[in-house]
Structures are given as structure tokens and as C-alpha cells.
């Protein structure tokens, strides 16, 4: 276990994901920039994170904010130049963080100079860069398969140039790279160790196993229609890809590699990380922030749902793996809106009870932008006041075609949209959050003049210096981190009990997920010893008492005998 602590530095750092557009803005346009992260470091490094997931920052047209790169070598304009990319770094390097950015490589940008070429004839030497079929029926008129994108219609788009089809498991404009081409891996591989030379210690890798498409790419069954994500994702070379990458790239640096893995189920999971196959440090999992989605309608959860899901994470990792913690990022709404209870009465410490949870799993947790304020999602109310491509194209394909009413998407998006983390940082309570002097690209949310930056550094049991405390207390606390983790009681509807052993050191953690107050029964093998840290909710319970009086949302940290 020595080893493992010594040698795998990411697995007890925590990471804070910035989203740069919405972060800080440095010069009154509205966009976040990079200069604006680098005068916001002190703040983050009082939080007391070790690593910044830095969403994609590269040269891009913006069709789907940065996730389509039309240079992988160049800096957005609209976010600063190279030069302030590398006072960023220095910055964080200067202050013990470490900088890991997104690897966005399952396809590009259709402005990019491969895909240019490529789509310029059919013997074009760079054609083979990307996927192109010829269309059925007699004159090519329909897609080469029944493929869906999962921003609306086809995954095909005809190109009038050469009268084929290219793939787009996106928008039309981020053509899917064709990985079975070695050239284009030895591409990817090369821009790797561009950023890796520059001083970054790794990558979050956008859709990374989608990079290996389905021999042939024969038509969905009926049945996957609703969910193409799990045959995107189980191509037939992914691993080969990922070993070859881990062997090329990422070992030789140490660098840390962490996989969106949607797609992926849990038997799946532990071939991508597993340490000895050599792949990927961690993956995302989906399951939790999913628990109540069906595509983009918002169900219901249960509280032993999810954790029952917990449960069967933590078991997937099991004991040559490792996990990532997290409730909210660029992709879904805020967790307190969507986990807790964003009522003002009780928005923060449902907050607190939230970070608690999260800051205690046996995974490396990431926190996103705005999760240590309680960030809320936005109050969204027209189709208008949404940016995002994925609700445009939902909006197209179903509204627009009268197949679902516009009430009820609008109803389902005000959950659920990508949106609401997507709202610019607040601040201060000034104009516009303190995130710009100019117009924003995105509203600001309504209450930042109650949830802001400047109001809680002032205020110490505020939600923002609660996730400090519970870094400070994961940070020197090894079985938070590496300990075995065991819910206790997992069809209580109420509250999550678990416990994290390692050695002859044992915690517990309990949580009330609801205002109404819980008198909860310890089982007769936990005995309290002392209180580690509480979210300012309840009494102190007394040392090897038979039950714990839980206030509303009440969440604590328990040192047991």
C-alpha cells in the first residue's frame, strides 16, 4: 500500500474542473480568459485543491464551446495567447497546483486544417484522416447507416465537394477522426507530448472511447437506437489504442489520465483501469449524475438508488483500479439543485452535506466551478434564453417536428440542461456576478447577490469554507482516501451511513438527505469516539451513545472506537 500512495500522487489529490468561457474575464468582453484564471489562483489555492481540470482552451470556431478544435497547438483567441497560457501554468506551478487539460481527439473541428484537406478530394492523402462512406440508395441520397448524433438527426453529413458522407457522433461541425489510421494516432500522440512538454501533468479525455468505431459500421438494432452510446463505445481496438497511448505517452511522464466514459458499464470499467492492463488512471462514471435521466427527460431517484450505485462503483474499481468522485461538471445541472435542496432555508448546508459526501468517497473527487459556493442551476424559462448546442438541436428534432410539446421539453430542460453549470462564476454581488465589466456571454444567475465568492470568504461557516475544512481533513486522513468503504445501511430511505477502515483506523459518515430530523439507531459494532468535522447542522453526539439525532440535511464526519 506504501507504494501506491508514493507513486500514484493523483489518487489523493483533489481536482477543481475550471470552465474557462464562464470563469473569470480579465478584459470586460464578456468571455472568461486566461488571464482571469491566473488572478483567481490564490483563491483556489486557499481552497486547498492540488489539480485544475481545465476544460478545452484550444483554437476553436466554438460550434460546441471548445469540444470542437481547430488547432491543438493554439490558444482560443477569445481566452488569451500562448504566453498567457504559460504565466497560468507557472502561476499554479508556483503555488503547488498541478494542470491537467482536455484531451478532445474523437474527432475535431471541421475548420481543422486535417479535415480541410481531407474533404478536399477522395485521394486526398489526408481523406483517410476521418470516416467517409458513400450513401445508400440508388443515388447515394440517404446516410451510409442508421447512426444517430447525439446533438439531433444523423450522424452522417453529405459533402457536396466529393458526394460522400463523413461521421459526426456530434455536431455537424466535429467530424469523428478515424483512429484505425496510424497516422492519426501518431498525430495525437505528438500534440500530446506538445502540452506534456510544456508542463501539464495530464488529461481528462473527452468521449475517449468512442475513438474505435464498430468493424463495418453496420445499422443499429431498434433496441440501441434511444442509447447509441454503448455500441459508440465498445469498438473492438479501444483498448489496443489506450495501452499503446499509456505505453507511448502517459507512463513515460507520470502524467495522470482520467476518461469520460460514457458508454461504459461496470463490467466494462475495470478494463480501462485495471493498473496492471496500463490505460487510463480513472474513469467517469455516469451512474450517479445519470440516476434520474432518460436521454433528456428528467425522472425520479431514491435515495437507496443511489446508494446503492456508490456501492457498485466503489466494488468495479476494486482493488487494482481507482475512481473519480464527483456530482456536478460542464455537462450536468448543480448539484445542489439537483442532489440537494436549493431552497434558501436549506441551500447551504444541503451544500455542505453534498461536499461531504463527495469529499469522502475511496475515488479522487472533482469538484466543479461554483460547487464549493452551492451554485444553483438558473431559472430558465424560454428556449431563447438557452446556449447550448445539444437543447438546440433537442429543440429541432422534437419540438420543432411536433413530436413533443414545447412546454414539457422546456419543463425537463429546467433540470437538466447543461446550462446551468455553464452560467458565469459568481463573485460578488455586483453587476453581472463580479464575472465581467462588459455584457456576459451567458446570464448570470439571479442569486449571486446572495451565492457569491466575496460574501462567503468573509463568513466562516459558509459553504465555501466548509469544503476547504474537508479538503484540509481528507488531505491528512489516509483512510478517507485509500480506506474500504462499506455503506452500512443501504435501504435506509433517508439517511447514507457508511464507513472507511484502513488499518485500525475507522470513520463514519452520516447524512440526512431531507429536512425532517432522523433519530438513527448505530449498529451494535460502532461505537463514536469523537466528531471529525459536521456541516454545522446538529448537536455533538456523545462518545459510544447507541443513536445519533440527525437535524435536517445534517452531515458529520465520525471518529469511531
Avoid at 6 to 16: L, M, N, R, S
Avoid at 384 to 395: A, M, R
Avoid at 438 to 467: C, K
Avoid at 522 to 549: C, E, H, K, M, Y
Amino acid at each position: 500500500m506504501a507504494d501506491v500512495r508514493e507513486t500514484a500522487w493523483w489518487k489523493q489529490a483533489v481536482v477543481y474542473q475550471i470552465y474557462p468561457r464562464s470563469f473569470s474575464d480579465s478584459n470586460g468582453d464578456g468571455i472568461g480568459d486566461l488571464p482571469g484564471i491566473t488572478a483567481r489562483l490564490d483563491y483556489l489555492k486557499t481552497l486547498g485543491v492540488d489539480v485544475i481540470w481545465l476544460s478545452p482552451h484550444f483554437d476553436s470556431p466554438n460550434a460546441d464551446n471548445g469540444y470542437d478544435i481547430r488547432d491543438y497547438r493554439k490558444v482560443m483567441s477569445e481566452f488569451g495567447t500562448m504566453a498567457d497560457f504559460d504565466r497560468m501554468l507557472a502561476g499554479m506551478k508556483a503555488r503547488g497546483m498541478r494542470l491537467i487539460i482536455d484531451l478532445v481527439v474523437n474527432h475535431t473541428s471541421d475548420e481543422h486544417a486535417w479535415f480541410v484537406e481531407s474533404r478536399g478530394s477522395r485521394d486526398n492523402p489526408k481523406r483517410d484522416y476521418y470516416i467517409w462512406r458513400d450513401g445508400r440508395g440508388e443515388a447515394g441520397e440517404r446516410p451510409p447507416n442508421n447512426y444517430p448524433s447525439f446533438f439531433g438527426g444523423p450522424a452522417w453529413k453529405r459533402d457536396d465537394s466529393t458526394g460522400q458522407y463523413y461521421l459526426h457522433y456530434f455536431a455537424e461541425k466535429q467530424p469523428d477522426l478515424n483512429w484505425e489510421n496510424p497516422e492519426v494516432r501518431a498525430e495525437v500522440f505528438d500534440l500530446m507530448r506538445f502540452w506534456l512538454d510544456k508542463g501539464v501533468s495530464g488529461f481528462r479525455m473527452d468521449v475517449i472511447p468512442f475513438i474505435s468505431k464498430q468493424p463495418g459500421l453496420p445499422d443499429l438494432a431498434p433496441e440501441q437506437i434511444d442509447h447509441p452510446e454503448f455500441v459508440y463505445a465498445s469498438g473492438p481496438r479501444i483498448h489496443e489504442y489506450l495501452q499503446t497511448m499509456h505505453r507511448e505517452v502517459l507512463a513515460p511522464y507520470d502524467a495522470m489520465s482520467v476518461g469520460e466514459a460514457f458508454g461504459v458499464d461496470f463490467e466494462q470499467a475495470p478494463l480501462f483501469t485495471d493498473a496492471r492492463r496500463g490505460e487510463l488512471s480513472m474513469i467517469f462514471h455516469f451512474d450517479i449524475v445519470r440516476l434520474d435521466r432518460d436521454n433528456w427527460r428528467k425522472t425520479d431517484w431514491t435515495l437507496p438508488q443511489l446508494k446503492a450505485t456508490y456501492t457498485t462503483i466503489d466494488r468495479t474499481a476494486g482493488a487494482h483500479g481507482w475512481n473519480t468522485s464527483f456530482l456536478c461538471n460542464h455537462d450536468n445541472p448543480r448539484a445542489v439543485s439537483h442532489f440537494g435542496d436549493d431552497d434558501p432555508a436549506w441551500h447551504a448546508r444541503s451544500a455542505k452535506a453534498l461536499a461531504t459526501l463527495m469529499l469522502t468517497q475511496r475515488a479522487t473527487p472533482f469538484l466543479y466551478q461554483g460547487d464549493e459556493l452551492g451554485m444553483t442551476n438558473y431559472p430558465f424559462e424560454r428556449i431563447e434564453q438557452y446556449d447550448d448546442v445539444e437543447v438546440k438541436g433537442l429543440w429541432r428534432t422534437l419540438v420543432e417536428t411536433g413530436r413533443v410539446p414545447a412546454a414539457e421539453l422546456l419543463a425537463h430542460l429546467r433540470q437538466t440542461s447543461r446550462d446551468h453549470a455553464r452560467t458565469p462564476m459568481q463573485w460578488s454581488a455586483d453587476a453581472h456576478g463580479g464575472f465581467t465589466t462588459g455584457t456576459p456571454w451567458l446570464a448570470v444567475n439571479p442569486n449571486h447577490r446572495e451565492i457569491n465568492a466575496a460574501a462567503q470568504l468573509g463568513e466562516p461557516d459558509s459553504v465555501y469554507h466548509h469544503h476547504r475544512r474537508l479538503i484540509e481533513l481528507r488531505h491528512r486522513t489516509p483512510a478517507l482516501v485509500y480506506g474500504a468503504y462499506a455503506d452500512i445501511d443501504p435501504e435506509h430511505p433517508r439517511v447514507f451511513a457508511y464507513t472507511r477502515t484502513l488499518d485500525d483506523e475507522r470513520y463514519l459518515v452520516l447524512i440526512n438527505f431531507g429536512r425532517e430530523p432522523v433519530t438513527y439507531a448505530l449498529p451494535p459494532d460502532i461505537r463514536i469516539a469523537d466528531t471529525l468535522i459536521d456541516n454545522g447542522a446538529g448537536a455533538s453526539t456523545a462518545n459510544g451513545q447507541a443513536s445519533v439525532s440527525l437535524a435536517g440535511w445534517q452531515a458529520t464526519v465520525y471518529r469511531l472506537h
